[in-house]
């Protein structure tokens, strides 16, 4: 959600450049991870935002994702029917094989008619979508794209599949299903450098983690028998141009033509100018849409402070996160080191985003996130704020009454660390540099 001010800001600054745009998101809008149960209403919470954000940046059309499904049918129904946003999804259907979602949308955009499809992936445990998502099927994506561009072929210029089911399907789908013009790539992680042609169909992915967005720029008006890039377009003239002073001669003119000839072929192809567009911080947030991301987090701290834990998550006596501070009665020197590093400032660093409640967040910033005893979101224990010894050594109590009984961990390994230090939150992490500042070995 980091990105998601400065992606409003891209986004208004394209439009007013560029009035004629269709703004697309092929799916796994709501999250991109699996979600607890006791985290479904914050994350009611936030599709509420989302959706308004993507209301306000201008969004046509998202395809529904396999992962939004666990928001549940319900919610996701009627976050549908309250918003502009349109929600799209051919292949999600009830048993007899309705559509719950609109499975296409036909957009005019530029004087054509765009026909925007969506596509579901199928959840990889069929189990979560039975409980989440009862009464949801989903049918044979290729199958269901068969018959809905079947449907609207004649009647649109482009034909734009929003997919979710995987770079791997899609590529099927390019080779299988004739007469999709464009497949937005979603459902998977893989980001596309570059646009990939696969017979007369463009494949691109649209924004990767909300660091980069996909844009694409396509010029309309020949007969559409394929592609060809802008850039591919400016090497061919400056070949002809090139060639041109050497048309003196007979293989020179042979040669002028014969790239002349291929210049005209382009006539029949579709001229596309793809962009992956990092929005780094020289484009300033979208104030609105950080007032909007306030106000959500406001919210989930006033609901927070309101709402009890699960009877027993708390009083298990036995086994129980003590915190830092118990464990500094007798590793004193540790404990002092320990309160100089930024992991004993952890939570704090939320304040100024007032992220303290945003299950998107503190998961890294406290100790014990969602454990029993841990820090449980709807009743958190002020005493395991910030990345504590126990985050990295195990739970305490055991070791407290007994340590000669009962040992913790000696030396966390680097998967401990990289739960919280993962490539995307910290790129230049080296387990072997950095885990002599957490907790020095020269003190005991
Ligand atoms: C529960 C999550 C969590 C775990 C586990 C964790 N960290 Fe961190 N770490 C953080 C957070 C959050 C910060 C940022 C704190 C701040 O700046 O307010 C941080 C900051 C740091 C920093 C200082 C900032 C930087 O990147 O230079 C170092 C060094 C570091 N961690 C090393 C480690 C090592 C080594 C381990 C494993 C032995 C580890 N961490 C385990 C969450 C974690
Ligand atoms: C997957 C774990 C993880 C999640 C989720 C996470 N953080 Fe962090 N955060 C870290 C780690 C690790 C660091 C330290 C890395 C570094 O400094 O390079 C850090 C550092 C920070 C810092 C201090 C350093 C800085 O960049 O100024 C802030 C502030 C912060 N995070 C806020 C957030 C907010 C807000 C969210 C939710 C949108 C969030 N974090 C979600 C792991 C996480
Ligand atoms: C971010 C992870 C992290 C946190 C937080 C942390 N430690 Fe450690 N601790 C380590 C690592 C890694 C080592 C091993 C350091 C090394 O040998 O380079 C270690 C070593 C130790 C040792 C020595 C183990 C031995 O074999 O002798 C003790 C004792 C210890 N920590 C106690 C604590 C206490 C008490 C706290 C809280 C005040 C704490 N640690 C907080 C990661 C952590
Ligand atoms: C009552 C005093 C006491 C408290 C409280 C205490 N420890 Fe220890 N700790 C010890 C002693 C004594 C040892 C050495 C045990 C040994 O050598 O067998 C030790 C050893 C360790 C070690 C080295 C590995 C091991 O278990 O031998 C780690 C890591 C450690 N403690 C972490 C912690 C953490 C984290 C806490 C807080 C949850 C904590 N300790 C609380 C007394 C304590």
Not at 53 to 66: L, Q, W
Not at 335 to 362: M, N, V
Request: proline share 6%.
């Amino acid at each position: 959600m980091g990105g998601l001010p400065r992606r409003a800001t891209y986004i208004a600054q394209e439009k007013a450049t560029e009035p004629e745009s269709l703004i697309l998101d092929s799916g796994n809008f709501v999250t991109d991870r699996p979600l607890a149960e006791p985290s479904l209403d914050a994350v009611n919470a936030k599709t509420r935002l989302l959706v308004g954000a993507m209301e306000r940046m201008g969004y046509s059309a998202a395809a529904i994702g396999e992962k939004d499904l666990n928001l549940g049918l319900d919610r996701l129904l009627t976050f549908s029917g309250a918003t502009r946003v349109r929600f799209l999804s051919a292949n999600l259907t009830d048993d007899k094989g309705k559509t719950w979602f609109d499975p296409y949308l036909v957009a005019r955009v530029g004087g054509i008619s765009v026909g925007i499809i969506g596509l579901t992936g199928t959840p990889s445990d069929s189990r979560l979508l039975e409980q989440r998502a009862p009464g949801a099927r989903i049918a044979d994506p290729l199958q269901a794209a068969r018959k809905t561009v079947k449907e609207i072929r004649e009647k649109c210029g482009l034909v734009v599949v929003l997919s979710n089911i995987g770079y791997s399907r899609d590529l099927e789908l390019a080779s299988s299903v004739p007469g999709i013009d464009i497949i937005v790539s979603g459902g998977t992680k893989r980001f596309m450098r570059r646009p990939l042609i696969q017979g007369r169909t463009l494949i691109t992915s649209g924004y990767y983690e909300g660091r980069a967005v996909g844009r694409l720029a396509v010029q309309v008006d020949g007969p559409g028998k394929g592609w060809i890039s802008k850039e591919e377009i400016q090497f061919m003239d400056k070949q002809i141009s090139e060639a041109e002073a050497g048309a003196g001669t007979p293989e020179g003119k042979a040669k002028h033509d014969a790239l002349l000839e291929k210049r005209s072929a382009v006539r029949e192809l579709t001229v596309y100018e793809p962009d992956m567009v990092n929005l780094d911080p020289s484009y300033p947030d979208d104030p609105q849409v950080v007032g909007m991301i306030s106000d959500y987090r406001k919210e989930l701290k006033s609901t927070a402070a309101g709402s009890a834990a699960p009877a027993g998550f708390q009083d298990a006596q036995q086994v129980r996160y003590t915190g830092a501070e118990a464990c500094g009665r007798c590793h004193e020197a540790r404990y002092r080191f320990w309160q100089t590093t930024p992991h004993s400032e952890a939570f704090g660093a939320l304040a100024p985003k007032e992220a303290e409640a945003d299950p998107d967040c503190i998961g890294c910033h406290v100790t014990g996130y969602m454990r029993r005893t841990g820090y449980w979101p709807k009743a958190p224990r002020e005493d395991l704020r910030g990345v504590q010894c126990e985050a990295c050594h195990g739970v305490g109590s055991l070791h407290i009454q007994d340590p000669q009984l009962y040992s913790l961990l000696h030396l966390p390994a680097a998967p401990q660390c990289m739960d919280c230090h993962t490539e995307s939150q910290d790129d230049d992490f080296d387990y072997f540099r950095d885990r002599s500042l957490v907790c020095s070995e020269a003190i005991h």
